[in-house]
């Protein structure tokens, strides 16, 4: 799966060893998804495109290379995926933030999209699509497809856990997304959660059951 990159850095294993512990509080937690979402970010902006400024230095003006501003939004999937917003802001502080409300029927498990509010522009945009958990794959693509219908070609979807289901399905449904993962599971229960997993994300973001 060419456009699927798993992560394996020591400090994503380290912050994600406490993430998954179900003793961490929610404060913790919703630290810990951003710090991990902005290691991420780093990574996955690896091949953005640049445009050349002129800056004066105090000792001369040189040529730099910058992201053009306007280029990148941030679309959570709801809820949970608004854990990590803040730790791609923490990177390009000035990305528009759309919202995609999805939730999973828990008879079927399919996704069901309830909401869905994009900045203007983003078309042209370079999309962060981010939601913690990558399980079966159904809302990503749900997701993935309700952005494309508005237009948007430049695509990057960011899981800080997934299902090998999940991976797998999103990369043969829309091989031209970009997929990265900081973890990548076992297997999904008979319910649909990942394991080993770390619980529902939503509820440890929120504090609720």
Request: charged share 25%; proline share 6%.
């Amino acid at each position: 799966m060419e456009n699927v990159f798993i992560f394996d850095h020591p400090l994503i294993k380290h912050k994600i060893s406490i993430l998954r512990d179900k003793n961490t509080g929610m404060k913790e937690f919703r630290e810990l998804v951003e710090e991990i979402t902005t290691i991420m970010t780093y990574e996955s902006m690896r091949d953005m495109q640049l445009v050349p400024v002129q800056v004066e230095t105090p000792l001369e003006v040189t040529t730099q290379y910058r992201v053009p501003e306007e280029s990148i939004a941030i679309v959570p999937i709801l809820r949970a995926g608004l854990g990590m917003v803040n730790g791609v802001h923490k990177v390009f502080p000035t990305a528009r933030v759309g919202h995609i409300g999805m939730y999973r029927n828990e008879e079927t498990l399919e996704p069901q999209e309830y909401y869905c509010k994009l900045p203007d522009g983003i078309a042209d945009k370079t999309v962060f699509l981010v939601d913690p958990m990558l399980a079966t794959g159904g809302s990503a693509c749900d997701a993935l497809n309700a952005l494309k219908k508005r237009g948007c070609k430049h695509i990057k979807l960011m899981s800080i856990i997934a299902a090998p289901q999940g991976v797998e399905k999103v990369a043969r449904e829309h091989p031209d997304v970009s997929v990265y993962v900081s973890t990548l599971d076992r297997c999904l229960n008979e319910r649909g959660y990942i394991l080993p997993g770390l619980g529902d994300a939503g509820d440890r973001l929120f504090g609720t059951k």
